[in-house]
């Protein structure tokens, strides 16, 4: 696990290895194939992993952004007051926050962090003070997010565990890479069907493909493999068959902007999934952290979607192999689509599992209320 000023323990599932003065970030573009670290050095590193793929998944996205910053702050040398302290701080955070447009958790943590230095500038004497609270808070958010994703896997457990007719042979359909490598630790939707698996009530999961990036079969077939759970993967298009088939009680994905209403954006292909699921009468769920809901948007039709490089279409491994399509043909490669909350189920946190009232629809914002009283 990764410690702030700790010895760093490396494990081949640890996508963030961090301590005062040293970022390493796994290479998940080598996946499943090799296990190599890059060093970050600076922000600029930082902002080059996150747009290439280094390191994906929209909390990881957000972790290893802000500690690329504390590499840099912790090689300052002498810095004037403490406003140019905080000045500084918030050019770099407006500079990440361009890395990837989808994920809100990165632009979440570049708020939070830009408030914090502001405020800590307006009392302190020294430069120094201002370094000293982001690095502490940007650290924090490295350590709590292994938390996080317990508590998520926990509550997902439990709840799945209840609505389900044989609660003791669940079988899991899931999408994308939300695990270890796409967090600090452990995961968001993985995170559940780790929980799952953990009180031996996972009959199989199932992971998709996740084409073009293969996220599914690089990334997930690799952390159930390592931590053998019993597992099956599917090709993108199988997803109905497997269904039809009765063979999924439940399918859970992970998020990368949970808009107010519910609307959720998550990878390439959840969209058509959660249809699938509801056509046959699959619960769908969404499993992210409180950081991924945006607030400020009403609905996901405001949610700014990503688009990619038809390599990743055109060339095999998301781009980094050979050639595999015609040459000359258009692209289009948008890398996450937008599921309305219609077709959700439920939405799993880790203060607990936002379900729909009544109204058929969900209020979370009077959830997330709730969820920060103390
Ligand atoms: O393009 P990616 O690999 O960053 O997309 C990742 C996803 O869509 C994940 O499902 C999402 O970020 C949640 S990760 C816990």
Redesign the pocket.
Known sequence: MATANGVEQVNSLQSICYKRSSLKLLDQRKLPIETAYVDILDTKDGWNAIRD?VV????A?AIAAVLSLAIEVSKLGHYNTPNDAASFLTERLDYLVTSRPT?VNLSDAVTKLKELVQKVASTASEAQTVFEAYLEAAEAMLEDDIATNKAIGSFGASFLQKHQTDPKKISILTH???GSL??AGY???LGVIRAVHEQGLLERAYCTETRP?N?GSRLTAFELVHDKIPATLIADSAAAALMKAGRVNAVI????RVAANGDTA??IGTYSLALLAMHHGIPFYVA?PLTSVDLSISSGQEIVIEERSERELLNARGGMGEQVAASGISVWNP??DVTPATVISGIVTEKGVITKGSSDSFDIKSFVQRASQP
């Open positions: 793929m994906r998944g929209a909390p996205i994920a994308c890479n939300t796409a967090t995961g968001t939707a990036f996220q994905v992970g998020a990368d998550n990878k992210a890398a996450f």
